[in-house]
Structures are given as structure tokens and as C-alpha cells.
């Protein structure tokens, strides 16, 4: 495991030739050669892979019992040299019983041996004719290569500070597999060494039962079955591999590939017992029984120039277009019904929203759109109100009028540069003073004229600011920070882009339809500053703060996945390779934990929004954090 937390871990798929274990150990030790030289710090082989699966009543000769122990001995002779832990599938004798078993092998030695423990015999099984259950096994030893070896089901291994299980095809697949109970002992990392056949339909049920208990036990989860030369009389194996983490599959191999397989991934121990803290029922069901720790310190091996693990520069947006259609339609959903609870509550048939023409309070006219059709009210009492400033661009502003035109609802234009200058001229500010108070007036300004007609109507104010200004504070205190109803609150700027998007997909009119899309590459601003010469925006928001994609990964990964900022560098290089250097990163990042810590004070006074996702930042919901609270130490680690 590396300063980071990641473990490089591999699953391997040889090819096996049926009971011959010479023939077999020195594919094993050749593919364990290839992932030494990848970096791979545990590598895990099929079950039974040293003799093969499909043995039958071969597995009741002491010949090929011998071979097999022969064949160990050989592969523990071999790992002496390479700087990685063998898992290992072969049958092994312990007294007058057989057990189908992994084990454990690093620098020479047995660290352990862990049976199988649900022994399948239907269908096409028929494993209780050769093997026995390994279920309530402990504090047992069994010779091994000649070498004398823990055995029993619930032992974990400690390699190099990272704790792992193993469990074995069938436990997989019951009630309640030892990897539960493995987990609760300790274990981040769960092997599974497999000889499943294949069949139509199965594989899919696999690719989810694997990814699951990854994510119920919080760990990762190795998966790795049989598959060329295995016998097809009457079966086929595939070959399948599977590395998932925490409920997501990170790697998996090509199915059916006559080549041996070897599938590599770095699992993120860190963020797994980050999960673990976390989640409070993890912690309840925690095992208060002793159990066997084997602990080894393996010399460290080649560390590869980047993770072997996808690094999504846009954790909030689903990459693939089906299911990034489907997560906006339920997040119109979320916030429509949010909504609409508020509104029935406080029985207002109207709302008032600021209509700036830009992406958030576009997305927050939708949302309300869709909440009055729900409720089957008048989309008139949807009062809409574009405030042109000093900064607003006649691109903006028309586009403004147009959304609200094209979505039937109330429009109405109030200009607040009268207000506001008369305000300047109140608090003695030069107007030509482009001062943060010559800014956040027009802001405030703007929130007293919505919070009046609300008043006047006997309506709701529906805020629009999203969840990532809220994480930079960029939004003015007491101006549009405030809200009766925020609807974007949890929605990141990465996601409202494309919720907008979606909205414009499935748009009838097209004139609306255009509209959006317009909005769409609008460059985000909040209007504060005069145009230029030639009318077009002046102040843009992401050369003031940053790339939202940039401060939305931030963000993502120090609340979600509880990084520090060292690792979120780190992971920002590989997932923006090609777009910003470290050094920009660096600065962008220092800029997020700055303002997210200074700025605390603003969203412990932000309004009620729905939570649409896994982070949100709601004082009463899943952030607490003081104002006051100091940002050195998150600081002076992104220094080191």
C-alpha cells in the first residue's frame, strides 16, 4: 500500500491443464512474474487452479494430492524473489479430510490457508463427494509444502498494513457470505477464488452480486474465476475477473479470451476506511470476536507513473448518455417534489423567482415549471422577474424574456440601478468604487425587490443558488444567499449545465428549445460589473474563482470520499491530463480550501433546499462544520 492509501491488487487467470500441477504452478508463477513487474502487491489465481477444477474422483488420488503439494512448494520457492502475496487455489489434506482451499503464499512462506466453506452439490455441482466444509475451522494448522500454516475460514492477512479475507465461489453466493464477517473482523479487501461455469444471464447477476457486497461491506472486492482449459465436457468457463470498490466495478476482463488474463487495479484502502468511519452501522455491526491476524511486511515493488484505476474528472455527471438522461430525470423529480411539499405546506400558489438568463436561476424556473404542472396549478402564478444591473449584457437579458415567455408564466422586469444608485449615494460609495459593496448592493437589491412581491403576492421565494457556489461562498450574504426554497442547493455546476441540457432535449417548443441551449454557453457570471465595449460579459466567474469542474472534483473528493488535499492532487493530474497542469491544479485547489473554510458562515445560514445527491451541504443535513474552523492544516499538507 502506498503513502496514499491505494493497493495495487491483480486477479489472474491462467491456463490450466487438468491435473497436471507441474504444468499449472509455472503459469501461475509467470503470471505473478507480470504483475511484479506492474507493481501488484496481491495477486489472486482461480480455485483449485494448481490441479484445475474439473478433476472429478481425481481429487481422491494421493497422486494428484501429492502433485499438488509438490506444485505449492514450487510456487513458495518462487515468490521468495518477487515483492507480491500469491492466493492460491489448490485441494490440500488435513488429517483424514479433503478441502478445497486458498492459500497464502509471500517471500517463501505460508502465511495461511483458509477452506471453503459453503460446498455446493446441486445442480451441477458435486462437491461435497470429494471436499468438506471448512465452517468452524480455527486455531487449527496444517502442513503445507513443508511448512506448517494457519487454517481455518476466518483468518485475515495483514500485508504491508493493508488487511484482506478470503472467501471461495460458493461463499459468495449464500445468505450471508464469510466475507461479512471478514469485513466486521477487519478486512478492506475480499478475495475470491472461483471456478463458476458460465451460463446466459449469469454473468450480469455476478457483475452485481460482486459489486453489492463490495459495497455492503465497504471493501474491495476480488473476484477471480476459472477459465481456458478447464474441461468442457459438460461446462464452460469464461474466465471472468472482477475488482470493485465500495459498489463499483473498477476493472473486469474480456470474456471467453482464449489468452490468460491478468486484471490490475488500485483499490483505495484509504477511502474504504474513510466509508467505515462514516457510516455509523458499519461501525454497530462491527465483530467483537476474536480472530486470527496474519501479518507480513513484503519488500516494496515497482510503483507504477499512474493508478491503474479510472479517476472521473465529473464525479457528479454519469458518463454514459442513458444514464445521465435517467439521473436528471429523477433529479427534476427530487427537486420538484421538494418543492411542491413546500409550497402545499405553506399554501402559496405562486412563486417568485429572479430570472437572470443565466444556467442556475434557468434550472430553478424549470424545476418550478414542472412543480405547478404537478399540482396542477396556473404556471401564471410563477412570477418571474429579470432585475437588469450595471453588468447584464442584452444577451442575458433577452434571453431572459424569452425562457419565461416561452414557458407561459408571469414576467415582469424591474431595474435596479436607480435603487442602487441612490443606495451609493446613501452609504456615501463612489459609484465608480468597483468595491465588493458596489457588487453585493445589486445582489441584495435584487433579494429585498423578490422577497417584496412575495410579500405582495402571498408567494414563495425560490432560491437559485447551486451546491457548488455554496461550497465556494460565492454568493453575497444576506442578498442571493438567501431564499425562502432552495432548489439548487445540492445540484453542483458540472450537473446544472446538463440538467439544462436535458430540459433542452426534451423541450416541445423549439424557440424555447433555442433558448436554452443559448443559455447553455453563456458564460457563468453574475453581472455585477459594467459590459465591455463591445456589450459582451466582463466579469466571468471561473477566471475569478476557478473551473467549476475543477472546484466541483474538489469538492466531491474532500466531502464524499474524505481525501486530503495531497491525494486530491494527485488524482486531479490524472484525471485532468491534458487540460491543466499541476501547477494550476495547485492554485485552484489552495483556492477551494480557502474559500470553503472561510466561507462556512454563509451555509450555516443557507435556507432549506432538497438533497438531491450523495453530498450536500445543509447545516442540517450532512455538513457540519464551525465557521471559525482553520484551514492551515488542510493548507500546509497541499504544501508538502
Not at 77 to 94: D, E, N
Not at 201 to 224: D, E, M, N, P
Not at 257 to 268: C, K, N, P, Q, T
Not at 322 to 336: N, P, S, T, V
Request: hydrophobic share 40%.
Amino acid at each position: 500500500m502506498d503513502s496514499y492509501g491505494f493497493l495495487k491488487v491483480a486477479a489472474a487467470i491462467p491456463h490450466v491443464q487438468v491435473g497436471d500441477c507441474t504444468t499449472n504452478a509455472e503459469h501461475i508463477v509467470a503470471l505473478a512474474e507480470q504483475a511484479a513487474q506492474r507493481g501488484v502487491e496481491i495477486i489472486v489465481f482461480p480455485e483449485l487452479a494448481v490441479t484445475g477444477y474439473t478433476c472429478g474422483d481425481l481429487f481422491l488420488q494421493p497422486t494428484l494430492l501429492d502433485a499438488a503439494d509438490d506444485a505449492l512448494a514450487e510456487i513458495a520457492k518462487a515468490s521468495r524473489k518477487l515483492p507480491l502475496t500469491f492466493i492460491v487455489g489448490a485441494p490440500l489434506r488435513h488429517g483424514s479430510t479433503l478441502y478445497n482451499c486458498a492459500t497464502i503464499i509471500a517471500q517463501g512462506r505460508i502465511l495461511g490457508v483458509v477452506p471453503k466453506t459453503y460446498i455446493p452439490n446441486y445442480a451441477e455441482f458435486y462437491e461435497a463427494r470429494w471436499f468438506a466444509s471448512g465452517a468452524g475451522i480455527a486455531d487449527e494448522t496444517v502442513r503445507v509444502a513443508g511448512q506448517a500454516a494457519d487454517f481455518g475460514a476466518g483468518l485475515t492477512f495483514e500485508v504491508n498494513g493493508a488487511e484482506f479475507g478470503v472467501e471461495i465461489c460458493e461463499d459468495l453466493w449464500v445468505a450471508v457470505p464469510p466475507s461479512s464477517h471478514l469485513a466486521q473482523n477487519g478486512a478492506k479487501v475480499i478475495f475470491n477464488l472461483s471456478a463458476s461455469p458460465e451460463g446466459v444471464g449469469k454473468y450480469a447477476y455476478l457483475r452485481q452480486l460482486v459489486a453489492q457486497q463490495s459495497a455492503r461491506t465497504h471493501a474491495a472486492y476480488v473476484y477471480c474465476s476459472a477459465g481456458f482449459g478447464e474441461s468442457s465436457t459438460d461446462l464452460v468457463f469464461a474466465g471472468n475477473a472482477l475488482i470493485a470498490e465500495n459498489g463499483i466495478v473498477l476493472r473486469e476482463a474480456e470474456r471467453f479470451s482464449l489468452d490468460e488474463r491478468l486484471v490490475v487495479a488500485d483499490v483505495d484502502i484509504e477511502r474504504l476506511e474513510f466509508e467505515r468511519r462514516r457510516d455509523t452501522s458499519f461501525r454497530l455491526n462491527e465483530s467483537t470476536t476474536d480472530n486470527t491476524v496474519i501479518e507480513m511486511e513484503v519488500p516494496e515493488g515497482l510503483r507504477a507513473a499512474a493508478l491503474d484505476r479510472e479517476i472521473d474528472p465529473l464525479p457528479f455527471v454519469p458518463q454514459d448518455a442513458e444514464h445521465r438522461a435517467e439521473r436528471c430525470e429523477e433529479l427534476f423529480h427530487i427537486q420538484a417534489h421538494g418543492l411542491a411539499r413546500r409550497l402545499t405546506h405553506t399554501h402559496c400558489t405562486k412563486a417568485v423567482i429572479g430570472i437572470s438568463g443565466g444556467l442556475d436561476s434557468t434550472l430553478a424556473l424549470l424545476v418550478a415549471v414542472r412543480t405547478f404542472d404537478l399540482l396542477q396549478l396556473d404556471r401564471k402564478g410563477i412570477i418571474g422577474i429579470t432585475m437588469p444591473g450595471f453588468g447584464t449584457t442584452g444577451r442575458t437579458h433577452d434571453n431572459a424574456l424569452k425562457l419565461m415567455r416561452g414557458l407561459g408564466v408571469t414576467m415582469r422586469e424591474i431595474p435596479i440601478g436607480k435603487a442602487c444608485e441612490q443606495h451609493f449615494a446613501d452609504i456615501g460609495l463612489d459609484p465608480s468604487d468597483r468595491s465588493a459593496a458596489y457588487e453585493n448592493a445589486q445582489a441584495r437589491e435584487r433579494t429585498q425587490i423578490l422577497m417584496d412581491v412575495a410579500n405582495m403576492e402571498g408567494g414563495l421565494v425560490v432560491g437559485t443558488g447551486d451546491l457548488s457556489e455554496l461550497a465556494l461562498g460565492w454568493a453575497t450574504y444576506n442578498g442571493d444567499q438567501m431564499s425562502m426554497y432552495g432548489v439548487n442547493a445540492s445540484v453542483p455546476k458540472t450537473l446544472v449545465r446538463h440538467l439544462v441540457r436535458w430540459a433542452a432535449d426534451t423541450e416541445p417548443d423549439a424557440e424555447t428549445r433555442a433558448t436554452l441551449l443559448d443559455i447553455i454557453d453563456t458564460p457563468v457570471s453574475p453581472e455585477l460589473l459594467p459590459a465591455d465595449a463591445e456589450g459582451r460579459i466582463a466579469q466571468k466567474t471561473e477566471d475569478l474563482v476557478g473551473p467549476y469542474e475543477l472546484h466541483d472534483f474538489f469538492l466531491y473528493n474532500f466531502v464524499r470520499a474524505g481525501y486530503r488535499p495531497a491525494k486530491i492532487l494527485l488524482l486531479a493530474e490524472q484525471a485532468f491530463r491534458g487540460s491543466y497542469d499541476r501547477s494550476t491544479i495547485r492554485k485552484w485547489l489552495t483556492v477551494f480550501f480557502r474559500r470553503f473554510f472561510a466561507q462556512q458562515f454563509k451555509r450555516s445560514a443557507m435556507p432549506d433546499g432538497p438533497k438531491v445527491g450523495s453530498v450536500a451541504l445543509s447545516p442540517r443535513g450532512d455538513w457540519r462544520m464551525p465557521s471559525d474552523a482553520s484551514a492551515v492544516a488542510w493548507l500546509e499538507d497541499l504544501e508538502e
